[in-house]
């Protein structure tokens, strides 16, 4: 059992469902939407299925449910994929959140046909990628998923976003080709440090190299940008806002929550395990960096109006936190940015999803063109909340352990740089709860124009009124609707703002599970993620024989 | 060896040189097949003789010639590892530039080229000749000429050679642009241009041969890498006409400072031609120019690496940065092909066994996506003609999803990213100048793939994002052009995925005789 090639099966059973989608001959594209989500939870199956058989304890090798095959042997490369801990978290978390935006993103196309066929088919194809960059345990394997996963995002921005989305969507796939590039320098330079060999690209074969001082830390720095760019960080963030922001809520969560957490992964699997000297030598300016990131993204959170924007920036602010952990290698700080890659997956799908539905109701992505929404739809605006406490760290949600471990890990050895960090638990505070209040509490809006123009329905039946909002169709002007996809909205079609469908409801409720058992028990994921920190610590710790690292030590570097 | 006194034939191996003796017996069969054979039948005659001249040519290189590598004809001939793969690949690019060439769409003469190249444009002599059903048969055996000096020019073993294939090869390629059927001024006028430019290259060429010889005392590569270690104190001629026989051969790929002619020749000439010359004469300008500079010149390796490298560098940055400001699809295409002409003088600097098949995997890599990509070209119409403008091609993602769809993944292939040909080669090149410390050239090359990416990518947004505009429409193409197109984007998916069995071959054809 334990040789059944379970990586590689989770990745084609999505390829196999984009191929299915997309060849759908005419008339059977209204089995679009149920054929890919039946993929994506056969998906999801498997992963968990393959978790089963996963060991957390005894003496393991680094990567389980390991994988190996020549594949260009004058490269040294191989189809490698293997994962531990942190990998097979991130997977299972994709795994999730992929049926659960498939679902949120039922009525994204309502126009059905071809270009719905692309969409959901695109959506599989990411799903394939995103399997893959986490499982990869060869360096150009990642690399290669790393780069190729750039194509089926930049499509379902370019093509299905807002007004601005060529804007974003080139961009965005700048950004990270640039930073790509530059990686591709270092990857190519590595192997050439590396034993070389018909295998040399294994990331196991290049830990514990022996380099220059010099080339190691360029290297390192090669690697940093890409993952930096990816994560990302201050000040090579400003693409993740535009992006986010013309989207579809479905794409920005599988963009933020799943494909933003490469970066901060390739930082524990390539920076500190292959570069440890230069990670070291880094640490400061990365620390920097990292606070700079989470004060100042905060703090543009406070000040955006669109609320898609406002959530990519609160990311920003938390990846922030996230590299902040990972640099500040502790055991704590390390355990806590694990569990925080994937507690910020579920908390920004939330934000982003919930965003999205009001958004689909409302017409407007500006925050300023609501108001009162609490009396119309309660389930939504309650579902919002919860949501938004688990962004701003409410003990008993899912963030607030993670969060509380990266800030007290890190504290041990850079007091400053945490005790700045925590005014970001103030910010996060002010950001969602001025959200929340200007969009849901208040009195109740009216429906149809308002005579000065600035609500939020006026908005919609003015001409040419809503320049900022991505959505071009939407339940009110879609008569067309299937009726058996969505009975609650066909029935009071068109008559008023409606609360959330069965659809929806599941959607959140799913997310909202998660975040609450997350909160209250998270001690599986912690028992999966250990091994892969003690692993990292060691890493780091090869050429060092200082101690640093232990929980008891007081940290006296800074 | 030989004393200068006494004649001695020159012993001539058969076996090895014979795929280029039967292209040229093609070409020749094809100058009597458009002497005698009647008008009505000679497309096809023509055809079929060409067809069979490059796959014989190619069964003869690979049953026979492989087996037989050696230097013959008096030192002037090479037939090693490198000369044969070059031979093979442009040989494979030819047969699929023919059938691009031959297409015809509904008329009944090669689409591409006019119907009476010697007549003045709009004149009544002209009139006449499309109203007989005149055909320019002439072009294949012209293509098989040119193939024929391509082969000798990788397969050089003097400097006369060597000068010799340069012009068999470019000859036929200033009449075959000339000859495009539409806006024929602008083609005329890219001929003439590529003419004058090339006479002035090949003397440069001819002039810095000279040097060398004075210099050294020979002009076969093998006397001359000897001399170079041995001659002292003559390095003011040396290193001079080391450089003008460079300026020839950076002249035919292309590189900056040498590249003005290659936008305006590309976009002059008939589409399948401009294909035709950025893929299989830059194959065979490189090869001449890795055997020149691995085999002839490696002594002087701390001379012309650096200058090579900074042409490398120009090119690289003038053919990305003036891709961006391009708004004809040919342009573009030409200024591509120039950054692409520097990324290759990148492996050329790196002077080792890995940059040398590298840069021949390269080759081939980027050679298959070139082709396919000017293949799609001419499919794409606007009352006509070509709809050469980038605004033409908005909105094709809407209207023909299947060409815009081959498009973009050719020109993600151009791009570079995994899973595409372009990423292999890109590695595969690179990895040699890494290993070889250019990795300052490399970090450059990186930097401008990424402008380039940017030209390749606003022209999917534009196919894809955009909406269709004017009376852009898209022909359907007969199976020659169908099957050419689908080869060359196969291979740029194949050699992304499975670049295993290439890279091995190239690996093992990596050495020069000498």
């Not at chain 1, 499509?155 to 989305?165: A, E, N, Q, S, T």
């Not at chain 2, 400072?257 to 002059?268: A, E, K, L, R, S």
Request: charge should be neutral; glycine fraction near 10%; charged fraction near 10%.
């Amino acid at each position: 059992m334990s040789d059944f090639p379970w990586l590689t099966t989770l990745g084609v059973i999505p390829l196999v469902g984009a191929a299915v989608v997309a060849l759908l001959p005419k008339g059977a594209t209204r089995n679009v939407r149920p054929i890919a989500l039946a993929f994506s939870l056969l998906t999801l199956v498997v992963g968990i299925v393959a978790a089963t058989q996963f060991k957390t304890s005894g003496d393991n090798p680094q990567f389980q449910l390991a994988e190996t095959h020549s594949w260009i042997p004058q490269f040294g490369v191989s189809y490698a994929v293997g994962v531990d801990g942190m990998a097979l978290s991130l997977i299972l978390m994709s795994l999730v959140l992929v049926p659960i935006s498939l679902l949120a993103a039922w009525n994204d196309i309502p126009e059905g046909g071809r270009r719905q066929q692309s969409y959901f088919a695109l959506l599989l194809v990411l799903e394939t990628f995103m399997v893959g960059v986490f499982a990869a345990t060869d360096v150009f394997l990642f690399y290669v998923f790393f780069e190729a996963m750039l194509i089926p995002v930049y499509f379902l921005i370019g093509m299905f976003g807002g007004p601005r989305r060529q804007y974003a969507a080139v961009k965005f796939l700048l950004f990270s080709l640039f930073g790509g590039l530059i990686m591709l320098v270092a990857v190519i330079a590595l192997y050439q440090q590396g034993p070389g060999g018909d295998h040399g690209f294994l990331v196991n074969s290049l830990t514990g190299l022996h380099m220059s001082e010099s080339t190691e830390r360029l290297l390192f720095v090669g690697f940093f940008i890409a993952f930096a760019i990816k994560a990302p960080m201050w000040p090579v963030h400003t693409w993740l806002p535009d992006a986010a922001s013309e989207a579809k809520p479905a794409v920005a969560v599988l963009l933020v929550g799943v494909l933003d957490k490469v970066g901060t992964f390739g930082m524990i699997r390539f920076c500190l395990q292959l570069f440890p000297d230069a990670s070291k030598w880094a640490t400061p300016v990365v620390i920097i960096l990292a606070v700079i990131s989470i004060i100042y993204a905060a703090i543009a959170a406070i000040g955006q109006n669109d609320m898609m924007r406002l959530i990519a920036y609160t990311s920003v602010s938390h990846f922030g936190l996230i590299v902040l952990g990972i640099f500040a290698v502790t055991q704590t700080s390390v355990i806590g940015s694990q569990l925080y890659m994937v507690n910020h997956g579920i908390t920004t799908a939330a934000l982003f999803l919930f965003a999205g539905f009001l958004i689909m109701r409302g017409k407007s992505k500006n925050i300023t063109d609501y108001g009162g929404w609490q009396r119309t739809t309660p389930v939504l605006a309650g579902v919002s909340l919860v949501a938004g406490l688990s962004a701003l760290s409410l003990p008993g949600l899912n963030s607030f352990i993670s969060e509380f471990l990266v800030l007290i890990g890190t504290f041990e050895r850079y007091p400053v740089a945490a005790g700045i960090s925590v005014v970001a638990v103030v910010l996060a505070a002010l950001y969602i709860l001025l959200m929340y209040k200007n969009i849901f509490t208040g009195p109740k809006q009216q429906l149809v124009a308002a005579p000065d123009g600035t609500l939020a329905m006026a908005g919609v039946n003015g001409q040419g009124g809503r320049p900022s909002t991505g959505v071009t169709k939407t339940l009110f002007d879609e008569p067309d609707t299937d009726i058996a996809d969505i009975p609650a909205e066909a029935k009071v079609r068109g008559s008023a703002i409606r609360d959330l469908d069965v659809r929806e409801k599941t959607v959140a409720g799913v997310l909202i599970a998660i975040m609450l058992f997350l909160g209250f028990f998270p001690k599986p994921a912690l028992d999966l993620l250990k091994p892969a920190v003690r692993d990292t610590l060691q890493h780091v710790n090869v050429h060092d024989p200082a101690p640093h690292a232990g929980v008891t030590t007081e940290g006296s570097s800074k | 060896m030989t004393s200068p006194a006494t004649f001695t034939q020159a012993h001539i191996s058969y076996a090895a040189v014979v795929p280029m003796l039967v292209i040229f017996g093609a070409a020749m069969v094809g100058v009597l097949v458009e002497a005698f054979v009647p008008r009505a039948m000679r497309y096809w005659t023509q055809l079929g003789v060409t067809f069979a001249g490059l796959v014989a040519s190619f069964l003869t290189l690979v049953l026979i010639s492989r087996n037989n590598k050696g230097i013959t004809a008096a030192d002037a001939v090479v037939i090693d590892g490198p000369a044969l793969m070059l031979q093979g690949t442009i040989l494979v690019l030819s047969v699929l530039a023919v059938m691009l060439m031959a297409e015809r769409f509904d008329t009944r003469s090669a689409d591409a080229f006019t119907q009476s190249g010697a007549s003045v444009p709009g004149s009544p002599m002209e009139t006449n000749a499309v109203r007989l059903g005149a055909t320019s048969t002439e072009v294949f055996p012209l293509v098989l000429f040119s193939v024929g000096g391509m082969m000798l020019f990788v397969a050089a073993g003097d400097l006369l050679v060597m000068f010799i294939a340069l012009e068999v090869l470019s000859l036929p390629l200033y009449i075959l642009t000339g000859l495009a059927r539409r806006r024929r001024l602008l083609s005329q006028e890219a001929s003439l241009k590529y003419f004058l430019l090339g006479a002035f290259s090949s003397a440069f060429f001819l002039f810095g041969s000279a040097l060398v010889f004075g210099a050294t005392g020979s002009i076969k590569f093998g006397e001359i890498a000897d001399a170079v270690g041995k001659v002292n104190g003559r390095d003011d001629i040396l290193i001079p006409g080391m450089l003008l026989v460079a300026v020839g051969l950076l002249f035919k790929i292309g590189a900056v400072p040498f590249h003005t002619w290659t936008p305006d020749v590309y976009q002059g000439a008939p589409s399948p031609v401009s294909g035709f010359m950025a893929t299989t004469v830059k194959v065979a300008g490189f090869g001449a120019m890795l055997r020149l500079f691995y085999v002839a010149l490696e002594g002087l390796s701390w001379n012309w690496q650096p200058v090579i490298a900074i042409v490398a560098v120009l090119t690289m940055v003038v053919g990305a940065v003036f891709a961006v400001t391009q708004t004809d699809m040919k342009r573009l295409l030409a200024y591509s092909s120039i950054s692409h002409a520097g990324f290759l003088l990148v492996g050329v600097v790196a002077l080792n066994k890995t940059g040398l098949s590298g840069t021949m995997f390269y080759l081939v890599a980027y050679s298959f996506t070139t082709l396919a990509a000017f293949g799609m070209v001419p499919l794409v119409r606007s009352a006509g003609s070509e709809a050469t403008h980038l605004s033409q091609w908005a909105g094709l993602g809407k209207t023909s999803p299947i060409l815009a769809a081959t498009f973009s993944f050719l020109l993600l292939g151009f791009a570079g990213i995994p899973l595409t040909s372009g990423f292999t080669a890109k590695f595969a090149l690179f990895s040699g100048a890494v290993g070889h410390g250019a990795t300052w050239l490399v970090v450059i090359a990186m930097l401008m793939s990424a402008v380039t990416a940017f030209v390749y990518i606003r022209i999917i947004v534009l196919m894809y994002f955009s909406d269709p505009t004017g009376d852009t429409h898209v022909l359907f193409p007969s199976a020659l052009t169908g099957i050419s197109v689908t080869v060359g984007a196969l291979a740029t998916l194949v050699l992304g995925v499975a670049p295993a069995p290439l890279l091995n071959l190239a690996q093992h054809s990596s050495l020069f005789l000498r």
